[in-house]
């Protein structure tokens, strides 16, 4: 099978899909959602099948590498899992857009995250500026229209206007840094990056280096790294949470992968390794600090789950700074599964308990274990896991991102990260302990969920209580 | 005789403008006029280091490939931006950028 039949076949899709939803009106809007879920198991399962070489043209664009089938397998979970989600939020949608008729405009917002899957796909495979460039923006353009997706919530529109600006102001930056690096090199390519810095004459490397950072601006502000992450609390809590939870999860596997192909390169170099190095190092100090610190103060869950992912940008940036070590690739790897399976267990049992509650404030969470104990357990798995405590996938993700750094010898790197783990545990336990020992407020009903989320919960926790356990199959698909 | 520093001089000139319209501005619409002047400039200094980088006595048109997929993602970007901003003024009756404080700490 040819490998771009993957990223063809989810484009289809969405096509089919948005064509469905034009020509049948009336369709229960459910059906769409469960199509494209049913569609992207299908793709997913296509990704086992054995891929023929590249043909001569696509190959100096695009890679089948480990690093990207393992990619786009995540970023088609993700999907999937928002998409899912995506089912308990119909309600809201219906409220948040004007619409002459009950559910129009509903179907769209389950269309663009296959469109953006799609973008993303290409993304994670792609080794030449031209095609990173191309396929980021298509899924920012996606992004756009998802996060301001709920027209009638000036906080939704907010937060994508804020979006908007800064992510095309990125934009900016990102092809400034790339025009200067194609001047210097007189390549396009990641892959031969490398090949052509090292035949440049040494007077060369100012004007590079002025391109090499304003990239690393552009890939810092998808990750969220600290000073790049001022747009994240309020666009994550404006945008409607499916989508939070896309562009947590989603957008930043996608910024970290094209971190890691841009310096692995740069690593080769020994004169600007040194440089690129200091700068990941720094770069990943102060962004735990800034995570874990601000996180402590937060009374919103959503923007309590915000300064989280910047916090666990900090511990990816741990090993990404520690990238020469043979472990790193599958510690990255897995920390960002693990990141997916509790980050959107966190997001799923929001969506619901806001839903019910009218607010996702964390005093909306009291007694929530009175309310619906599958909740609450949901939310006590997910949040050990994020907190890093043992028997949870979180555990061995902060443990082999620790074991890489220390092996690279990295001290002062493994001291903050230690402070930053006591720090997370401490507000990350605050939302247990609201859960158990506050009663619920009056008038809180008792949460029935329907069977079909109830079955996305559990597999999610149980996901994360096997990896656990049982670490090494995600370790083994990227050695 | 225009050399090729000289493009990248007027290029990194409205590049500058452009971003010091962005972090000074209040208006929206403006602050979006000026993003796209930065991807102008972008534009004008590929277009210099494909013509004047010749390898072999050919020109590099990697970068001329790029140019236009720059003006095709600009497009389309403000076919998106502007509905959203227009959806920001009917809801709110602003586009200046202080009033988008629904959100604070």
Same mark, same amino acid.
């Given at each position: 099978m040819n490998p771009l039949f993957l990223e063809y076949t989810v484009v289809l899709l969405g096509i089919i899909l948005l064509m469905v939803e034009a020509f049948l009106p009336d369709l229960d809007k459910k059906k769409i959602a469960l199509a494209g879920i049913?569609?992207?198991?299908?793709? #997913?399962?296509?990704?086992?099948?054995?891929?023929? @070489? =590249? @043909?001569?043209?696509?190959?100096?664009?695009?890679?089948?590498?480990?690093?990207?089938?393992?990619?786009?397998?995540?970023?088609?979970v993700m999907t999937i899992i928002t998409l899912w989600m995506s089912l308990d939020f119909i309600p809201v949608i219906q409220r948040g857009i004007p619409g002459e008729r009950p559910g129009a405009g509903v179907g769209e917002f389950f269309i663009l995250p296959i469109f953006a899957c799609a973008s993303l796909m290409w993304l994670v495979s792609a080794i030449s500026f031209i095609m990173l460039f191309v396929s980021l923006e298509c899924m920012t353009v996606v992004l756009y229209i998802s996060i301001?997706?709920?027209?009638?919530?000036?906080?939704?529109?907010?937060?994508?206007?804020?979006?908007?600006?800064? @992510?095309? #102001?990125?934009?900016?930056?990102l092809v400034y840094g790339i025009t200067w690096i194609f001047g210097?090199?007189?390549?396009?390519?990641?892959?031969?990056?490398?090949?052509?810095?090292? =035949?440049?004459?040494?007077?060369?490397?100012?004007p590079l280096l002025f391109g090499v950072g304003l990239v690393l601006v552009a890939f810092c502000f998808k990750i969220a790294a600290f000073p790049f992450q001022f747009w994240l609390p309020d666009?994550?809590?404006?945008?409607?949470?499916?989508?939070?939870a896309f562009l947590s999860i989603a957008s930043k596997a996608a910024g970290f992968v094209l971190l890691l192909r841009f310096l692995e390169q740069l690593y080769l170099i020994p004169t600007l390794g040194k440089k690129v190095f200091a700068v990941t190092t720094l770069l990943a100090m102060m962004t735990l600090l800034f995570g874990n610190l601000a996180a402590m103060a937060q009374t919103n869950m959503k923007r309590l789950l915000a300064y989280s992912s910047i916090a666990h940008t900090?511990?990816?940036?741990?090993?990404? +700074?520690?990238?020469? +070590?043979?472990?790193?690739?599958?510690?990255?790897?897995?920390?960002?599964?693990?990141?997916? +399976?509790?980050?959107? #267990?966190?997001?799923?049992?929001?969506?619901?308990?806001?839903?019910?509650?009218?607010g996702n404030e964390i005093y909306c969470f009291q007694g929530l274990h009175e309310r619906s104990p599958l909740l609450a357990a949901a939310m006590t798995v997910a949040m050990i896991s994020l907190a890093g405590l043992p028997l949870s996938a979180g555990f061995f993700g902060k443990f082999f991102i620790f074991q890489v750094t220390f092996?690279?010898?990295?001290?002062?790197? #493994?001291?903050?990260?230690?402070?930053?783990?006591?720090?997370?545990?401490?507000?990350?336990?605050k939302v247990i302990k609201v859960m158990y020992w506050k009663q619920p407020s009056q008038g809180s009903a008792p949460i029935t969920l329907s069977k079909l989320t109830t079955v996305l919960i559990s597999l999610l926790i149980a996901v994360i209580l096997i990896l656990g356990i049982y670490p090494t199959p995600i370790l083994m698909s990227l050695q | 005789m225009t050399t090729l520093s000289h493009y990248l001089? +007027?290029?990194?000139?409205?590049?500058?403008?452009?971003?010091?319209?962005?972090?000074?501005?209040?208006?929206?619409?403006?602050?979006?006029?000026?993003?796209?002047?930065?991807?102008?400039?972008?534009?004008?200094?590929?277009?210099?280091?494909?013509?004047?980088? *010749?390898?072999?006595?050919?020109?590099?048109?990697?970068?001329?490939?790029?140019?236009?997929?720059? *003006?095709?993602?600009?497009?389309?970007?403000?076919?998106?931006?502007?509905?959203?901003i227009v959806a920001l003024f009917r809801s709110r009756q602003t586009t200046h950028s202080e009033d988008l404080n629904a959100m604070k700490f």
């Amino acid at each position: 099978m040819n490998p771009l039949f993957l990223e063809y076949t989810v484009v289809l899709l969405g096509i089919i899909l948005l064509m469905v939803e034009a020509f049948l009106p009336d369709l229960d809007k459910k059906k769409i959602a469960l199509a494209g879920i049913a569609g992207l198991f299908f793709v #997913l399962f296509l990704t086992w099948m054995p891929l023929h @070489s =590249l @043909s001569i043209e696509s190959a100096p664009f695009y890679t089948t590498d480990p690093l990207a089938l393992f990619f786009k397998r995540f970023m088609i979970v993700m999907t999937i899992i928002t998409l899912w989600m995506s089912l308990d939020f119909i309600p809201v949608i219906q409220r948040g857009i004007p619409g002459e008729r009950p559910g129009a405009g509903v179907g769209e917002f389950f269309i663009l995250p296959i469109f953006a899957c799609a973008s993303l796909m290409w993304l994670v495979s792609a080794i030449s500026f031209i095609m990173l460039f191309v396929s980021l923006e298509c899924m920012t353009v996606v992004l756009y229209i998802s996060i301001s997706y709920l027209r009638k919530d000036p906080k939704t529109l907010e937060a994508g206007t804020k979006y908007l600006i800064l @992510s095309a #102001l990125t934009t900016g930056f990102l092809v400034y840094g790339i025009t200067w690096i194609f001047g210097i090199t007189g390549t396009t390519s990641i892959e031969h990056l490398a090949d052509s810095i090292a =035949l440049l004459p040494p007077q060369s490397l100012t004007p590079l280096l002025f391109g090499v950072g304003l990239v690393l601006v552009a890939f810092c502000f998808k990750i969220a790294a600290f000073p790049f992450q001022f747009w994240l609390p309020d666009v994550y809590q404006g945008a409607p949470t499916p989508i939070t939870a896309f562009l947590s999860i989603a957008s930043k596997a996608a910024g970290f992968v094209l971190l890691l192909r841009f310096l692995e390169q740069l690593y080769l170099i020994p004169t600007l390794g040194k440089k690129v190095f200091a700068v990941t190092t720094l770069l990943a100090m102060m962004t735990l600090l800034f995570g874990n610190l601000a996180a402590m103060a937060q009374t919103n869950m959503k923007r309590l789950l915000a300064y989280s992912s910047i916090a666990h940008t900090g511990y990816v940036l741990m090993a990404v +700074a520690s990238i020469g +070590a043979a472990l790193a690739l599958p510690a990255i790897g897995f920390y960002l599964v693990a990141y997916l +399976a509790m980050t959107s #267990l966190a997001f799923i049992v929001l969506l619901i308990v806001t839903e019910t509650s009218g607010g996702n404030e964390i005093y909306c969470f009291q007694g929530l274990h009175e309310r619906s104990p599958l909740l609450a357990a949901a939310m006590t798995v997910a949040m050990i896991s994020l907190a890093g405590l043992p028997l949870s996938a979180g555990f061995f993700g902060k443990f082999f991102i620790f074991q890489v750094t220390f092996q690279q010898g990295h001290y002062g790197l #493994l001291g903050v990260g230690t402070i930053s783990v006591v720090a997370g545990i401490y507000y990350y336990l605050k939302v247990i302990k609201v859960m158990y020992w506050k009663q619920p407020s009056q008038g809180s009903a008792p949460i029935t969920l329907s069977k079909l989320t109830t079955v996305l919960i559990s597999l999610l926790i149980a996901v994360i209580l096997i990896l656990g356990i049982y670490p090494t199959p995600i370790l083994m698909s990227l050695q | 005789m225009t050399t090729l520093s000289h493009y990248l001089m +007027a290029s990194g000139l409205l590049f500058s403008l452009g971003l010091a319209g962005v972090m000074l501005r209040r208006n929206i619409l403006i602050i979006f006029m000026c993003l796209e002047m930065m991807l102008s400039a972008v534009n004008l200094s590929l277009v210099a280091f494909s013509r004047y980088g *010749i390898v072999n006595g050919i020109q590099n048109y990697d970068a001329q490939v790029l140019v236009f997929f720059i *003006i095709t993602v600009a497009a389309a970007e403000v076919a998106v931006g502007l509905a959203i901003i227009v959806a920001l003024f009917r809801s709110r009756q602003t586009t200046h950028s202080e009033d988008l404080n629904a959100m604070k700490f």
